[in-house]
């Protein structure tokens, strides 16, 4: 499962539209590994002023893996993280998360080409 859904949140869904704070705090207590990665990137990002901030450490272990594997995944999280922090999102392999500025376009288009993703491989990544 991906998410810890609280009785409230579930009940919330089942009426109709989900409030996307409350949305975001569950992603953040489900997933802590993968928001402490993508809140670092966002810091970064306001503290460089680059277009972007990149991750390319590789997880401590599997457990952590899936969890950024799974926030990157759905597209429901990645786009409540993106309304909530006013970022864009982008995502290559296992570890490799991005996060950009919403008018770097260029910076996002060049980051999702298939010629990053090809320029962005390893052998250690083979199974990742």
């Not at 966002?42 to 503290?47: M, S, Y």
Request: charged share 20%.
């Amino acid at each position: 499962m991906s998410l810890t859904v609280s009785p409230d949140l579930l009940d919330q869904a089942q009426r109709g539209e989900v409030d996307d704070a409350a949305f975001v705090d569950c992603i953040r207590t489900s997933l802590p590994y993968a928001w402490t990665v993508i809140s670092g990137l966002i810091k970064d990002l306001h503290t460089s002023g680059g277009d972007f901030a990149h991750n390319q450490v590789p997880p401590p272990d599997e457990t952590a893996r899936g969890q950024l594997l799974r926030l990157m995944a759905s597209d429901a999280m990645r786009h409540a993280i993106e309304r909530h922090h006013g970022v864009r999102l982008a995502f290559q392999n296992c570890h490799h998360a991005a996060v950009f500025h919403p008018a770097a376009t260029r910076a996002h288009a060049d980051f999702t080409t298939p010629r990053a993703q090809i320029l962005n491989q390893r052998p250690e990544l083979l199974n990742c």
